[in-house]
């Protein structure tokens, strides 16, 4: 089925593809909310101060063993600098403390795995994975409608997928 999809979109587009983003969903898919606190190097926050509070939210403790789960998303939802809340872009301010709140998004190792597999299986390269809901957004939002808040409803021919998105 994924050759066929690949083969059909080639003659559409006229183009060869090699690699794909492939969208996730089922029960398998977890969230879990993350906080963060770093120290800003040279009191402006620069991209890799970002980056670095990023990074630790990101490492929240994830099951290993039958049940384990892979890092799928990690999505900021607010950052706070010095105790200052509500911040949605800290670079270029001024402050000693960093602090990211996220959402962490995972997926099941096996079918992660599966969903590669299949694909390479297919001739196409896995670039990304991505929640089905974050995937079905990012193809029919702009970043404005994105940003103003917005609910996305794909209603697909066995699952029905949902993403808010809160300004």
């Given at each position: 089925?994924?050759g066929r999809?690949?083969?059909?979109?080639?003659?559409?587009a006229g183009?060869?593809?090699?690699?794909?983003?492939?969208g996730?969903?089922g029960?398998?898919?977890?969230?879990?909310?993350?906080?963060?606190?770093?120290?800003?190097?040279?009191?402006?926050i620069?991209?890799d101060?970002v980056r670095?509070?990023?990074?630790?939210?990101?490492?929240?403790?994830?099951?290993e063993?039958p049940?384990s789960m892979?890092?799928?998303?990690?999505?900021p939802?607010?950052f706070v600098v010095?105790?200052?809340?509500g911040?949605?872009?800290?670079?270029?301010?001024?402050?000693?403390?960093?602090?990211?709140?996220?959402?962490?998004?995972t997926?099941?190792?096996t079918?992660?795995?599966?969903i590669r597999?299949?694909?390479?299986?297919?001739?196409?390269?896995?670039?990304?994975?991505?929640l089905?809901?974050?995937a079905?957004?990012?193809?029919?939002?702009?970043?404005?409608?994105?940003?103003?808040g917005?609910?996305?409803?794909?209603?697909?021919?066995?699952?029905?997928?949902?993403?808010?998105?809160?300004k």
């Amino acid at each position: 089925a994924i050759g066929r999809a690949v083969e059909e979109a080639e003659l559409m587009a006229g183009l060869e593809i090699r690699d794909v983003r492939v969208g996730i969903a089922g029960a398998h898919i977890q969230g879990v909310n993350s906080h963060a606190i770093v120290a800003v190097k040279d009191r402006e926050i620069g991209v890799d101060d970002v980056r670095r509070v990023i990074e630790r939210a990101r490492a929240v403790a994830v099951p290993e063993g039958p049940s384990s789960m892979d890092v799928v998303h990690v999505v900021p939802q607010q950052f706070v600098v010095d105790d200052q809340m509500g911040v949605r872009s800290p670079v270029g301010m001024n402050g000693c403390r960093l602090e990211a709140h996220a959402h962490i998004v995972t997926a099941g190792r096996t079918a992660v795995q599966n969903i590669r597999r299949a694909c390479e299986a297919a001739g196409v390269n896995v670039a990304e994975i991505a929640l089905q809901q974050f995937a079905s957004a990012e193809a029919v939002l702009t970043p404005d409608e994105r940003d103003m808040g917005v609910a996305v409803i794909d209603i697909g021919g066995g699952t029905t997928d949902l993403a808010v998105f809160v300004k």
